[in-house]
């Protein structure tokens, strides 16, 4: 049966690879693989002109790091899940395989030999990536140990996704199956929180102030003592082999590796008693999110929960509001909205109590991990966040039947992701400022800090707003580039995409952002020492207005864009 599993893997693996390989004649893939592949050739290079050798103790400290990501991504398997992806089939093999003479226990096989297909491919990847000056190990014996690390890690995700599925699925008699390793996660999760939560102040104080020697030297006083330090022995165990600095030194780092590798496969192995019925599960579930009438109807039919009276629907008002009432409804459907507010405002409330306490520096954690999240989504937000335009391309026949002109589309497509992204960023920088309000510490007083929050409640929107018409606009001209079908780009032209989308939107956003940023500054500038902080109101009143102009300008052109766009080139990506 295994080599019946392997044929079947091989040559799904190669008809894909061909496929790709056959996708290389349209410029969008082999532009997107080139970029990918000098991206990965500039790291490469940089890694091999790094300084040569390394010594016993910054091999030590790899070891350290390692151990540590190690472990966070164990935790994050554990308490985030992954079950979708690790027992993930597709439909033929639910068709053929599940109703087939196949024992559970042979399908956990076949899974296993399907996983190392992405497995081998970040081996390859990595032993590019992490250079031989650094590592003492050769090549092929990084290869080796890279995949080892990989499988085991693999392994353990699948595992996770067993035992969180039988929990999930059967209750309190699947708690009481996986009772032994649902107690050595928790244990294992709660000596992780508790050494970092105890470690905080000194990790605050070494980040601010003492530099990247004082934070080494807190993290290796943190893992020195019980019980963190019996914690990451079994990590070490896997990671050993990539920091040993001869072949005779490895050989000996390598038994305990593949004895942790060993373990985690009998475990797996024998944990396949709720296998059968998460796998199909969650493979049926993805096939009717798949089909267009199933994303129409979770969509548009009522859910188990009413919405709220400030979101429902009115008889009359702008014609493209109900577009921006189903782009936002859309999103509170399917996402978790309720517990992501629920822990925004725990986490709000909780730093800004710390915040005057003892564990300010936890506090201060909180706030710099916010703060950073909602500079990032200023050039990710928009990739991520796609409830509009985007996400209606399968259906632009349907969109162009209805009695609306293009610009009204348009600004009603663009306005539903920029309220999403802008409340997440608001979110952020809330809890970045409750976080930072007992901190008399920082640069900014209390005032100011005041002051730049509801700058950014004004400045936001707008500039949100004109992202997200770059993101449309890209969508309705090149739909080829961005829709997210079945046939989107993987492996290295997904990392080359991605890249060259985020570098054009970025661009187009900058540029569009020199006239209003110039205007508005200088206009600062002048009513500074007349008005003092008050001149910000003046800057905001040249700034908004002129971005406001871009965006009108913008949506006018789109819109002639729309009423001219031919649904049947759309649907054929044209």
Do not use: C
Not at 499 to 525: D, K, Q
């Amino acid at each position: 049966m295994i080599r019946v599993f392997a044929y079947l893997a091989w040559h799904s693996a190669w008809n894909r690879f061909t496929r790709q390989v056959r996708r290389l004649r349209t410029p969008r893939y082999l532009v997107a693989l080139l970029l990918g592949l000098f991206y990965l050739w500039a790291i490469t290079e940089q890694q091999r002109s790094a300084r040569q050798g390394a010594d016993a103790s910054s091999a030590e400290w790899v070891l350290l790091f390692a151990s540590l990501g190690a472990a966070g991504a164990v935790a994050w398997a554990w308490l985030i899940g992954s079950e979708r992806r690790a027992l993930l089939f597709s439909p033929a093999d639910v068709t053929f395989l599940f109703a087939g003479p196949v024992t559970r226990q042979a399908l956990v096989q076949y899974k296993l030999v399907r996983a190392q297909l992405p497995v081998l491919f970040n081996v390859l990847l990595w032993t590019l990536l992490l250079s031989r000056e650094r590592f003492g190990a050769s090549p092929s014996l990084r290869a080796v140990s890279i995949w080892v690390l990989l499988t085991t890690l693999s392994l353990h995700r699948l595992g996770a996704s067993f035992a969180r599925s039988s929990v999930t699925e059967h209750g309190s008699s699947g708690l009481r199956r996986r009772a032994g390793s649902v107690a050595v996660a928790a244990t294992a999760i709660a000596v992780l929180a508790w050494a970092t939560l105890r470690a905080a102040p000194d990790l605050a104080w070494a980040g601010r102030a003492g530099g990247i020697d004082a934070l080494l030297s807190v993290v290796g006083e943190m893992v020195a003592h019980p019980p963190l330090r019996w914690l990451l022995v079994p990590f070490e165990l896997m990671v050993r082999p990539l920091t040993v600095p001869d072949s005779r030194a490895w050989v000996a780092a390598m038994w305990p590796a593949l004895g942790i590798l060993a373990v985690h496969f009998i475990w797996v192995v024998r944990s396949d008693a709720a296998f059968e019925e998460a796998a199909v599960e969650h493979t049926l579930a993805r096939a009717r999110r798949e089909r267009p009438e199933e994303r129409k109807r979770r969509t548009l039919s009522a859910s188990g929960r009413r919405l709220p009276r400030v979101l429902r629907l009115t008889a009359i008002g702008w014609p493209a509001g109900a577009i921006l009432w189903k782009n936002l409804v859309s999103v509170i459907r399917v996402r978790p909205i309720r517990g992501a507010v629920i822990a925004g405002i725990a986490a709000g409330i909780g730093s800004a109590l710390l915040s005057f306490g003892l564990e300010a520096s936890v506090a201060e954690i909180v706030g710099w991990l916010a703060l950073m999240w909602a500079v990032v989504m200023l050039l990710v937000g928009p990739q991520w966040i796609r409830n509009d335009l985007r996400s209606d391309l399968p259906h632009f026949d349907l969109l162009r039947s209805y009695p609306l002109r293009g610009r009204s589309i348009i600004a009603a497509e663009a306005a539903g992701s920029t309220v999403m992204v802008t409340v997440v960023q608001l979110g952020l920088l809330t809890v970045a400022y409750l976080a930072f309000l007992g901190n008399e510490a920082l640069q900014l007083t209390l005032s100011e800090r005041t002051l730049v929050l509801a700058a950014a409640v004004a400045y936001l929107p707008a500039v949100n707003y004109l992202a997200m018409l770059i993101q449309n606009g890209a969508a309705l001209l090149f739909p080829a580039w961005v829709r997210g079908d079945v046939d989107r780009a993987g492996g290295v032209e997904a990392l080359g995409q991605n890249m060259l989308l985020i570098m054009a939107h970025a661009g187009t956003l900058l540029v569009l952002m020199i006239v209003p940023a110039v205007a508005a500054t200088g206009l600062y500038l002048v009513l500074r020492p007349m008005v003092g902080a008050w001149a910000e109101i003046g800057r905001a009143a040249v700034f908004i207005p002129l971005v406001a102009f871009e965006a009108r300008v913008i949506v006018g052109w789109l819109g002639g864009v729309l009423d001219r766009t031919d649904p049947l080139g759309m649907a054929n990506g044209s």
